[in-house]
């Protein structure tokens, strides 16, 4: 019986997993190699999924983390992707906040065994963030360095924003704490599927206990446009953020365009966006701990209520 490979793609927020996933499934699928795609999001609305498309068995677990609270729920939905589409390779794309160990624990199960072979963990890092990792609480530092530390493959990503000398400064930082990963430099996770290299039969399972819920305080909400809003004013929003939230993903209509819709991203005080050639629900997602929500809500109310205005004038 041929079992499916299985890869998990682990990194912290806007590292830039799902650039990554999207480069790899483009190459399986010139291989001529069939594949699915488990995605775990923190909140109740994937944007992420969107960006997938509709050709490749997808599913879905919202509202927690792999390893925190859906381990069961990752043997189900293997399973079945296994039964309904017996895919050559399945990949597992984790929340920005699970801890890699974790997950490849939630993916050995007796139940799944016979059917899966773990190929490799995959960490995208982003290399700015790696170099500002001390600016971040305590919590948030260590599961970063936690995911280096397991990775099988270091992506190591916005490689160009890195002079020589501190490319090679942060190289040797990473084997330090991880000798054993292949390393990667890359832009926009673009990486050659051959050059990723599989991980041994064993593993290390004495982690340190950094979990999502439980010590980050990580906290989701979604927000639904109604209406078009002006990209100016959005954006403004996001450089504004405060600290405490990390990530925003969505998708949204603007006014000077009011046809398509643009996926908005933001990470680490840099927001962008793009405009997508296919109509999405106008959702945003937003990431942080110790979220006001009801300041949120009101804030990006006040956006919507602000373009009204402007349109009923004309």
Same mark, same amino acid.
């Given at each position: 019986m041929k079992k499916v490979e299985v890869y998990i793609l682990s990194g912290f927020l806007g590292s830039g997993k799902t650039t990554l996933l999207q480069n790899l499934l483009i190459e399986e699928k010139a291989r001529g190699r069939k594949v699915a795609v488990l995605m775990n999001e923190f909140g109740d609305f994937s944007v992420d999924t969107n960006l997938i498309g509709d050709q490749t068995p997808l599913k879905e677990l919202l509202k927690g983390?792999?390893?925190?609270?859906?381990?069961?729920? $990752?043997?189900?939905?293997?399973?079945?992707?296994? *039964?309904?589409?017996?895919?050559?390779?399945?990949y597992i794309e984790t929340t920005g906040v699970?801890?890699?160990?974790?997950? @490849?624990? #939630?993916? %050995?199960?007796?139940?799944? #065994?016979?059917?899966?072979?773990?190929? +490799?963990? %995959?960490?995208v890092l982003d290399l700015t963030r790696w170099q500002q990792k001390e600016k971040l609480n305590p919590q948030y530092e260590r599961l970063l360095v936690e995911q280096v530390r397991h990775g099988d493959n270091l992506i190591l990503n916005k490689s160009d924003l890195l002079s020589v000398k501190e490319l090679e400064r942060v190289k040797e930082d990473l084997k330090e704490v991880n000798p054993f990963a292949t390393i990667h430099m890359t832009n926009y996770s673009h990486v050659d599927l051959s050059q990723i290299t599989q991980r041994d039969s064993t593993f290390d399972?004495?982690?340190? =206990? !950094?979990? #999502?819920?439980?010590?980050? *305080? !990580?906290?989701?909400?979604?927000?639904?446009?109604? !209406?078009?809003?002006?990209? =100016? +004013? @959005?954006?403004?929003? @996001?450089?504004? /953020?405060?600290?405490? %939230?990390?990530? $925003?993903?969505?998708? $949204?209509?603007? #006014?000077?365009?009011p046809n398509g819709t643009y996926v908005v991203q933001y990470a680490y005080? !840099?927001?962008?966006? /793009?405009?997508?050639? %296919?109509?999405?629900?106008?959702?945003?997602?937003?990431?942080? +701990?110790? @979220?006001?929500?009801?300041e949120i809500y009101r804030e990006l109310n006040q956006l919507e209520q602000s373009n009204s205005n402007k349109l009923s004038v004309l």
């Open positions: 983390c792999i390893c925190c609270t859906m381990k069961d729920e $990752v043997e189900i939905q293997l399973l079945s992707l296994y *039964q309904e589409h017996k895919p050559d390779v399945i699970a801890h890699p160990i974790e997950v @490849l624990d #939630a993916c %050995i199960s007796p139940v799944i #065994a016979p059917y899966i072979e773990m190929k +490799s963990i %995959i960490t399972n004495k982690k340190e =206990e !950094v979990h #999502a819920k439980k010590h980050l *305080q !990580v906290q989701t909400m979604t927000y639904q446009f109604t !209406v078009p809003i002006e990209m =100016e +004013s @959005l954006i403004e929003w @996001l450089k504004n /953020m405060p600290d405490s %939230i990390f990530r $925003v993903k969505g998708f $949204v209509k603007i #006014a000077s365009d005080g !840099v927001p962008t966006y /793009m405009k997508e050639p %296919i109509n999405f629900p106008t959702n945003i997602v937003i990431i942080g +701990s110790n @979220l006001n929500k009801e």
